[in-house]
């Protein structure tokens, strides 16, 4: 089992920062790989980043550029840095979890969800 818990969404206006982060507990994750995907309402999930266990990453393009993956081994927590966020990135941000060496851009490859939190950018 593994659990996963997000932190650190909120409002903020177009132009500001965020940065998520997802603390692990029941497994260390230094093999899984790493994602954030959102869902908007109404819509399926959509891959945002993901960040394998080498540390090698992969982005959407409409996170290129903007948005950074990065994770922390020893304090097991994976982060998405989100600068120039603009409305459009309003969504619930879940963090997910697969044990595979590895980079999955589809939600149906990963195995293990957070609860999500949820990332309002105001105009």
């Known amino acids: 089992q593994v659990q996963l818990v997000e932190s650190g969404g909120g409002l903020v206006q177009t132009g500001g920062s965020l940065r998520l982060s997802c603390v692990a507990s029941?497994?260390?994750?230094?093999?899984?790989?790493m994602g954030w995907f959102r869902r908007e309402p109404g819509k399926d999930r959509a891959f945002v980043a993901a960040?394998?266990?080498?540390?090698?990453?992969s982005y959407a393009d409409s996170a290129k550029g903007r948005f950074t993956i990065s994770r922390d081994n020893a304090k097991n927590t994976v982060y998405l840095q989100m600068n120039s966020l603009k409305p459009e990135d309003t969504a619930a941000y879940y963090c997910a979890a697969e044990k595979t060496y590895t980079i999955p851009m589809s939600f149906e490859s990963y195995e293990w969800w957070g609860q999500g939190t949820q990332v309002t950018v105001s105009s």
């Open positions: 960040i394998g266990e080498s540390g090698k990453t």
């Open positions: 029941g497994r260390t994750l230094s093999t899984y790989a």
